[in-house]
């Protein structure tokens, strides 16, 4: 199969809003590719690559040797040629890498050295979530949607999936289920503005969860007797960086344990550190679970979430339990998540006491609830898109006013909330307000305030100011506001105060 095939599919994944249409886009390219390939065809179009970790960055992607003008690359040669990018180690490994990557690239289309950039930094921007390439498997198979799911949280692994679903249909796919030792894609939770918004979803005067969200590494822990495995978010093995999580579960009265839970670095205080900290590989990071999917011979996923908190109890102390208060009172619920924010935390998890463990999915069971925080800042540069972004202005670069300087200080950037409509609009504006370009940025007038809103604030040594906002996006652009009317960099190191003390 052509890599061009790949990439011709993930246009039209790009090109459209119907998600009808996305499916059937990636169902026929998935039944297109032969069994050999299918696993690299269906990490592909999920926009990701089959090796973890190639040592290319995105710096060596920005000179590009001239581009082939016709496809010639299969599936397989470009899969070879990440394979061998990952196993260069040691001396000379540099030089062999950038000369692997240059032929690799110029080997390809022009659309194709895209794509294969996108690939390396996670950017191919094409829409093809996981959800989408789950129906997809389906389609491609005709096999049930449901039964995709389902083989998917068990094996951690959509591409797998695939082969399974190609291989024996939903035979193949009912075999998979919870192995100890093998992670499972984690359960989300989808979002609610308010505490009383939340609880309205689940019906008045329904008893629910109300839980600690804390701002660390999410873990999944496999126990099997003495061997003891720790998962992150992506699935990754991070056993080796988390020796207290190792301790702490090698201590529980149980030889055989599936945990799900977060691991923060805490100051001597108690009070949790920035997520930064908590992320860097120097700070010992302590576990605190918050659920149990298995306990040595007797599977819980499908078991209600009031079971698996007996479980959880049951086997693992208070200490190393994520704060939670069962209650269907919105005031009692409400008190509960100031508590947690003032203990430093990110805001609070509420779930149904009867719902099973949806790995994989962001379901209805569970509803997260964090605090807003907004600021009018400046936009001080602009990217032109890539995908089906292409030929808009789009990353906005974000700037606070700086009172003792009379200029603005960086503090990240952001392409998260824009609707075709406003990109559109701010193509039209920007390029209105160009100064110079440098590559894709255009440097623009500092004139045009936005409201942003975000998660947290972070400590940067990338920006000037020393702070850069975390999970930006944008909330709409102010016209009724002047640059010199915008929020300050003294506004926003107040707000990190709290959080850096």
Not at 72 to 89: H, I, P
Not at 201 to 218: H, M, N, Q, S, Y
């Given at each position: 199969?052509?890599f061009?095939?790949?990439?011709r599919?993930?246009?039209?994944v790009?090109?459209?809003?119907?998600?009808t249409?996305?499916?059937?886009a990636l169902?026929?390219a998935l039944?297109?590719a032969?069994?050999?390939?299918?696993e690299v065809v269906a990490?592909y179009?999920?926009?990701?690559?089959?090796q973890r970790?190639?040592?290319?960055?995105?710096?060596?992607?920005?000179?590009?040797?001239?581009?082939?003008?016709?496809?010639?690359l299969t599936?397989?040669?470009?899969?070879?040629?990440f394979?061998?990018l990952?196993?260069l180690?040691?001396?000379?490994?540099q030089?062999?890498?950038?000369?692997?990557?240059?032929?690799?690239?110029g080997?390809?289309?022009?659309a194709e050295?895209?794509?294969?950039?996108g690939l390396?930094?996670?950017?191919?921007r094409?829409?093809?979530?996981?959800?989408?390439?789950?129906?997809a498997?389906?389609e491609?198979?005709?096999?049930?949607?449901?039964?995709?799911?389902?083989?998917a949280?068990?094996?951690?692994?959509?591409?797998?999936v695939?082969?399974?679903?190609?291989a024996g249909?939903?035979t193949a796919?009912?075999a998979i289920?919870?192995?100890?030792?093998?992670?499972?894609?984690?359960?989300?939770?989808s979002?609610?503005?308010?505490?009383?918004?939340?609880l309205d979803?689940?019906?008045?005067?329904?008893?629910v969860?109300?839980?600690?969200?804390?701002?660390g590494i999410?873990?999944?822990?496999?126990?099997?007797?003495?061997?003891i495995?720790?998962?992150?978010?992506s699935?990754?093995?991070?056993?080796?960086?988390?020796?207290?999580?190792?301790a702490?579960?090698?201590?529980?009265?149980?030889?055989?344990?599936?945990?799900?839970g977060?691991?923060?670095?805490?100051?001597?205080?108690?009070?949790?550190?920035l997520?930064?900290?908590t992320?860097?590989?120097?700070?010992e990071?302590?576990?605190?679970?918050?659920?149990?999917?298995?306990v040595?011979?007797?599977d819980?996923?499908d078991?209600?979430?009031?079971?698996?908190?007996?479980q959880?109890a049951?086997?693992?102390?208070?200490d190393?339990r994520?704060e939670?208060?069962?209650?269907s009172?919105v005031?009692?619920?409400?008190?509960?998540?100031?508590?947690?924010?003032?203990a430093g935390?990110?805001g609070?998890v509420?779930?149904?006491?009867?719902g099973?463990y949806?790995a994989g999915r962001r379901?209805a069971?569970w509803v997260?609830?964090k605090?807003v925080?907004?600021l009018?800042?400046?936009?001080l540069?602009?990217?032109?898109?890539?995908?089906r972004?292409?030929?808009?202005?789009?990353?906005?670069h974000l700037?606070a006013?700086?009172?003792a300087t009379g200029?603005?200080?960086m503090?990240?950037?952001?392409?998260k909330g824009?609707?075709?409509e406003?990109?559109?609009?701010?193509t039209e504006?920007?390029?209105?307000?160009?100064t110079?370009?440098?590559?894709?940025?255009?440097?623009?007038?500092?004139?045009?305030v936005?409201e942003?809103?975000f998660?947290g604030l972070?400590?940067?040594t990338r920006?000037?100011?020393?702070?850069?906002?975390?999970?930006?996006?944008?909330?709409?652009?102010?016209d009724?506001?002047?640059a010199?009317e915008?929020?300050?960099?003294?506004?926003?190191?107040?707000?990190?105060?709290?959080?850096?003390?």
């Amino acid at each position: 199969m052509l890599f061009d095939e790949v990439v011709r599919a993930s246009a039209r994944v790009a090109a459209t809003r119907s998600r009808t249409a996305k499916v059937a886009a990636l169902a026929d390219a998935l039944a297109a590719a032969e069994p050999d390939e299918l696993e690299v065809v269906a990490f592909y179009l999920s926009g990701s690559l089959r090796q973890r970790r190639t040592g290319v960055g995105w710096r060596s992607l920005v000179d590009r040797p001239p581009a082939a003008d016709v496809p010639t690359l299969t599936v397989l040669e470009v899969d070879a040629a990440f394979a061998e990018l990952a196993q260069l180690a040691g001396a000379g490994s540099q030089v062999a890498r950038q000369g692997l990557l240059a032929e690799l690239m110029g080997a390809a289309t022009a659309a194709e050295q895209t794509f294969l950039a996108g690939l390396v930094t996670g950017e191919t921007r094409q829409g093809a979530l996981e959800g989408l390439l789950l129906a997809a498997v389906a389609e491609a198979n005709s096999v049930p949607l449901d039964a995709v799911r389902r083989a998917a949280m068990f094996a951690g692994s959509i591409p797998v999936v695939a082969v399974a679903a190609r291989a024996g249909g939903e035979t193949a796919l009912a075999a998979i289920t919870l192995q100890v030792g093998r992670p499972v894609l984690p359960m989300l939770a989808s979002s609610a503005p308010t505490v009383a918004e939340a609880l309205d979803r689940f019906g008045a005067g329904t008893p629910v969860a109300v839980e600690a969200k804390l701002d660390g590494i999410r873990i999944q822990v496999h126990r099997d007797g003495e061997a003891i495995a720790v998962h992150s978010r992506s699935l990754d093995d991070i056993t080796a960086r988390l020796p207290a999580v190792v301790a702490a579960v090698a201590a529980l009265p149980a030889r055989r344990l599936v945990l799900d839970g977060e691991a923060l670095a805490l100051r001597p205080d108690g009070r949790p550190m920035l997520f930064q900290d908590t992320a860097s590989a120097q700070a010992e990071l302590v576990p605190f679970f918050f659920d149990l999917l298995h306990v040595d011979d007797r599977d819980l996923v499908d078991e209600p979430t009031a079971i698996r908190q007996e479980q959880l109890a049951r086997v693992v102390p208070d200490d190393l339990r994520v704060e939670r208060l069962v209650t269907s009172d919105v005031a009692e619920a409400e008190a509960f998540s100031r508590r947690v924010l003032a203990a430093g935390h990110e805001g609070v998890v509420i779930k149904a006491l009867d719902g099973g463990y949806a790995a994989g999915r962001r379901g209805a069971n569970w509803v997260k609830v964090k605090p807003v925080h907004t600021l009018d800042l400046v936009v001080l540069a602009v990217e032109w898109g890539s995908g089906r972004r292409q030929g808009w202005l789009s990353n906005i670069h974000l700037g606070a006013r700086d009172p003792a300087t009379g200029g603005f200080v960086m503090l990240g950037k952001t392409f998260k909330g824009m609707t075709d409509e406003m990109l559109a609009w701010q193509t039209e504006r920007f390029l209105g307000l160009e100064t110079s370009r440098e590559g894709h940025v255009v440097h623009v007038r500092p004139e045009q305030v936005v409201e942003i809103a975000f998660d947290g604030l972070q400590r940067s040594t990338r920006y000037q100011g020393g702070i850069a906002l975390r999970f930006a996006r944008v909330v709409r652009y102010r016209d009724d506001k002047r640059a010199e009317e915008a929020d300050t960099i003294d506004t926003v190191r107040a707000l990190a105060a709290p959080s850096a003390s």
